[in-house]
């Protein structure tokens, strides 16, 4: 039988998995036959500049189910708050209200699999044509093609936990099949699939393509794996093998200056291992981030970002955990916190995560309470911060919210740095390796050193908190806390969702929303995916 490749000329979406086992053809705007394409290099870098193209949310495919650079999966956690209509599923979600027909579900389902399946269709070809092309080529396009199945598929398991794995193109009788445990899949594709990147990739991108997995990105995401199927031996060593290189290199992945990994000039450093690349070119090829979640800026021209919704308001709890400099919250009694200037004495990594009203300087102008937006005016009152870290892309003059270049980060050394000491700490090994990377990202951060504890319960408390301010919209807090199963605590004891007038109260319902149901159409068009998770 013919296989034949849909292609859209935007965005490379082709053969897609419908309810994740029936092959349909999304309508085409160009159909080839597999003997027409894949016969250049040109064919096969097109074909890998595609998929990319499907892990970034464009326009409004932010609010229909992005799975990766989407900071409204902070909204889902305990990070901050949004109402707007534009995005009610994942307002939905946030309150508790998940279920197997909530709009995200099927279409976040849907989208990963598509991007499974045109990685698939790449691996397929690229391995019967690889005679044809030189060696440096073919591992480019290996490598990156086994690099996001395997990022894929990690999703797909932090979302619904047990899902089907499909590792090649399967015809329609062949479909429905059922689900693969997350042991299985970690083991049999997941990491198989990252240790061939790990040896197809280079260090530096193909042809200088930023926006490219490179070889130092597939070793972190095999980190990741491990510890999410809470492997924690394989997640220390596959860690120490970073760490080992990085002492290799003339500059190291761990930047000293925290506000310069976000910097927009600075996106290519090398403690961002990966990110989803964002151009504005006039298109509309730009991100999205500056729309609901931006902020008025001082010195930008009318018609820009100043233009931005601003619905999201950052919860005071969130704000309120951060320690001062002297590593003590406000609540906790620190000496370095001034009434009177009471933003004072954060630290670098808080300066540079927040947009503070009153103190922070943006353009040479200050950042006043006319600039701080969010859902209430009490709260943007009392708490006058809105986002920065470089998604406010603060010297881009466009004139299109959806053409802003910032890039989305997803994975940074300091992540690597992090897993490593958590695994440890679950492992019961908490050594010096574990204390130095917490003061390392410490004194970065600003923020004198914690007690060192061998204490596993206490250290893990530690390195969970120093993940939640490292890491602020930076999409991985609701993964954090829905694999350390505290979710519910955390978000269900929220209380400034009832001081503030936000329209709506955070709900996380244990233990159903640990796990995303599969989506209805999913189990009707195939039921060898039942029972569907716990609670749906």
Not at 21 to 50: M, R, S, Y
Not at 56 to 78: I, Q, S, T
Not at 89 to 109: C, H, M, Q
Not at 337 to 343: A, E, G, I, L, T
Request: aromatic letters at 12%.
């Amino acid at each position: 039988m013919k296989k034949i490749y849909v292609l859209l000329l935007s965005a490379f979406s082709f053969i897609m998995l419908s309810g994740c086992n029936d092959w349909i053809e999304l309508e085409p705007k160009d159909t080839v036959a597999n003997e027409n394409f894949f016969k250049t290099k040109d064919d096969f870098d097109q074909a890998v500049t595609g998929l990319y193209s499907m892990l970034r949310p464009l326009d409004d495919e932010a609010k229909d189910g992005a799975y990766f650079g989407n900071l409204y999966w902070e909204v889902c956690a305990d990070v901050c708050m949004y109402k707007n209509s534009w995005t009610q599923p994942w307002f939905d979600i946030s309150r508790g209200e998940l279920k197997s027909v909530t709009d995200n579900v099927a279409s976040l389902y849907q989208k990963v699999y598509a991007a499974i399946s045109w990685s698939n269709t790449i691996i397929e070809q690229i391995e019967a044509k690889q005679s044809e092309f030189p060696e440096d080529f073919v591992n480019y396009v290996k490598g990156q093609a086994h690099f996001v199945r395997a990022i894929c598929y990690i999703r797909l398991t932090s979302l619904w936990g047990p899902v089907p794995m499909i590792d090649r193109l399967y015809l329609p009788s062949e479909s429905k099949l059922p689900r693969s445990s997350v042991d299985d899949i970690t083991n049999q594709l997941i990491i198989p699939d990252l240790k061939i990147a790990v040896s197809c990739l280079e260090m530096t991108p193909y042809n200088n393509k930023w926006g490219l997995a490179t070889k130092q990105a597939a070793m972190g995401m095999r980190v990741r794996a491990y510890l999410y199927n809470k492997d924690y031996e394989n997640t220390v060593e596959a860690a120490k093998e970073l760490m080992e290189l990085d002492k290799t290199l003339e500059n190291s992945m761990f930047l000293d200056d925290y506000k310069s990994i976000f910097a927009n000039s600075n996106e290519n450093n090398p403690e961002i291992l990966f990110s989803l690349k964002y151009v504005a070119n006039g298109t509309k090829q730009g991100s999205t981030f500056n729309t609901p979640f931006g902020s008025k800026i001082p010195g930008l021209p009318t018609g820009s970002m100043n233009g931005s919704w601003a619905t999201v308001s950052i919860l005071p709890e969130f704000i309120d955990s951060y320690p001062l400099t002297d590593g003590k919250t406000v609540a906790e009694g620190s000496m370095v916190y001034d009434s009177q200037n009471k933003w004072a004495n954060r630290g670098p990594r808080f300066e540079s995560t927040f947009y503070i009203g009153g103190y922070s300087v943006v353009n040479g102008m200050p950042f006043t309470s006319e600039y701080v937006c969010g859902i209430d005016a009490q709260c943007a009152i009392d708490y006058p911060l809105n986002i920065n870290k470089g998604y406010m892309n603060e010297d881009k003059k466009t004139e299109w919210l959806q053409e802003d270049e910032s890039d989305f980060i997803i994975l940074r050394y300091t992540d690597v740095l992090l897993m490593y000491a958590e695994a440890k700490t679950m492992l019961g090994d908490i050594d010096q390796s574990v204390f130095d990377i917490l003061d390392a990202v410490r004194d970065r951060a600003g923020i004198a050193h914690v007690a060192h504890t061998t204490d596993p319960k206490a250290m893990m408390k530690i390195i969970q908190d120093e993940r939640k301010w490292e890491f602020a919209f930076e999409g991985l807090r609701y993964f954090d806390i829905r694999r350390w199963g505290i979710a519910a605590d955390v978000i269900n004891s929220i209380t400034s969702d009832e001081l503030y007038n936000f329209g709506s109260h955070k709900v996380f319902v244990a233990p159903a929303n640990y796990l995303w149901p599969l989506p209805q159409e999913a189990t009707d068009a195939n039921p060898n995916l039942l029972p569907n998770n716990e609670g749906y």
